[in-house]
């Protein structure tokens, strides 16, 4: 069975076992990790500011962090007050557990942002999609500064991650000439032009994907910072040939990107966001951190661990290590040696307990946590 199928496997046995802690609205990491909602400004007019929803995660210590900055993409069909800056809690927790200071926030008429959504990129017909890109890279320009004025900040190093239309914009922020990025993460990053009605993109719209690619290439002329896109063969609306007329346009003025086409994800490859798509992109992004010498947290030797296991339990284990986002914890029964584990967005103590208890559940013998996060415990 491969990893990715078996990951949306077990992800639904969890949820039996932990569907409220999934679900947690307010609580700590209790080890490594801290968490924060706040609100961040951002000057849209010479007299109005805007609030933007904020959820930090960073780790616990005195010491000053690099800055991640992670944003989403369209509501697509959904309200866009219902997606909150812990929407994407997961990937803020993981890189915090790599050692930055990880903010994600959500643009204007986003959750709790102030302001008034901003869809504005033109018609079919008449484009204007550096603009639309312009405007939400400005926004994410002056969240920047409000995060490198913390004392626990080190803004020398500061990556952009985006998903959609926040990959794209971190390409646009990334390109300007005052370089407030060091590297970007473009996962799913675009915007298309879509059927208002429907919610959907609408067909045969060559002008805006000729824009689009137009665009990108003026990002490459000037930005000269690493970047990873991310992008799966079955995404509905930046498919593998549109993404590579955007990628060779972004070269060929310049910039510089690493690109992973990575196999389709569930039924839409536009959601890599889900946590249940880390098994495809956590790896390519340490690949892509450890590359260009940024945090990108400790790497782990498994080999005695997984030679120790039956098959089953090693498959179970692989995938703890590789598909699952902290806050994670695994047990194993004592004896066969099976394998259980579980994750909650927000609370390693609330993980462990979870699992525990659904091992002793499924097995009736008595177990013990053998990893927490991505670290062996040595039990």
Known sequence: MKLLELLH????????????????????????????????????????????????????????????????????????????????SHLAHDFAHRGWLAASVVWRGYGSSTGAVQDKAGSCEAPQVAHYFDAHADDLGQVLNALHSRPDVDPATTLGVGFSIGGASMLDLAARADHPLTAVVNISGGVYHHNATLGVRAPGCDLFDADLVRTMHGFGKTSRVPTLWLYAENDPFFGPKLMERMLAAYRSGGGIADSVLLPPFQKDGHTLFRWQASALTRPEIDRFLRNNRLPAGDRVD?????????????????????????????????EGGKIFWAHDPHSLDKARDTTLSYCREKTGQSCRISAENDRLTGS
């Not at 284990?317 to 047990?331: R, V």
Request: hydrophobic share 45%.
């Open 302 to 334: 498994l080999t005695a661990f997984l030679e120790g296991l039956p098959p089953e339990s090693r498959q179970q284990a692989m995938l703890y290590f590789n598909g699952a986002p902290n806050e994670k914890a695994m047990a194993m029964s004592a």
């Open 9 to 88: 496997r077990t992800a639904r046995l969890l949820t039996i076992g932990c569907g409220i802690a999934l679900f947690a609205s307010q609580c700590l990491a209790e080890t490594e990790v801290r968490e924060e909602r706040l609100m961040l400004p951002v000057r849209v007019a010479p007299d109005k500011v805007e609030l933007l929803e904020a959820f930090v995660v960073r780790p616990v210590g005195d010491g000053k962090s690099p800055v991640a900055l992670i944003v989403n993409g369209s509501a697509g069909k959904l309200d866009p007050s219902q997606m909150h800056a812990d929407w994407l």
